[in-house]
C-alpha cells in the first residue's frame, strides 16, 4: 500500500470513527480552533501534570482531513511531554508546508500519512487546525486559535 492509499484509509477511518472525541475530566488547559476557509470548529481540553499531557480531547465539526487530523494528532500527543509535542509539531507542520520533512516521515508515525497534504495548500490550514488549537491550549490563551 502505497502512502496515499494509506492516507485516503486513514482519513476515512478517523474521520468516521475520530479518537478521543469527548472532552476528558478533569482537564486544566482548553483551546478553540476556527478555520474560517471551510468553517471547521474544534475545542480541545488536555490534563497538563507538570510538562505532560495526560489526557486530550477534542469535540468538533468540519471537514474529514480536520477531524482525522485532530483525532491522530491526539493520539500520537497523549503521555507525552511538551518538549517531545512540540518537537512532534515543528516535524508535522514542516511536512504539511514544504518538501524537507519527506526524509523524517518514520519519526512522526500514522501522522505521516498527512504528507500528502502540501500538495493541496487550501487543505494544509484543515490538516494544522488541531495543532493551531493545541498550542493555544498548552499557552493558556483566550481567544480563538485561527488559521487565517
Not at 32 to 46: E, S
Not at 63 to 81: N, R
Amino acid at each position: 500500500m502505497d502512502l496515499r492509499e494509506l492516507y485516503q484509509e486513514v482519513i476515512l477511518d478517523h474521520g468516521k470513527h475520530p479518537r478521543n472525541h469527548r472532552f476528558p475530566e478533569p482537564h486544566n488547559r482548553e483551546g478553540r480552533g476556527y478555520n474560517p476557509l471551510c468553517g471547521d470548529k474544534i475545542t480541545l481540553r488536555l490534563q497538563l501534570d507538570g510538562d505532560k499531557i495526560t489526557d486530550v480531547g477534542f469535540i468538533g465539526q468540519g471537514c474529514a482531513i480536520s477531524q482525522a487530523s485532530c483525532s491522530t494528532m491526539t493520539e500520537a500527543i497523549k503521555g507525552k511531554t511538551l518538549p517531545e509535542v512540540q518537537a512532534l509539531f515543528s516535524k508535522f507542520h514542516t511536512m504539511v508546508t514544504s518538501d524537507e520533512g519527506a526524509d523524517d516521515l518514520d519519526a512522526l508515525g500514522k501522522l505521516a500519512v498527512f504528507a500528502g497534504v502540501r500538495e493541496f495548500p487550501m487543505r494544509v490550514k484543515c490538516a494544522t487546525l488541531g495543532w493551531h488549537t493545541l498550542n493555544q491550549a498548552l499557552d493558556d490563551e483566550s481567544g480563538e486559535a485561527t488559521t487565517e
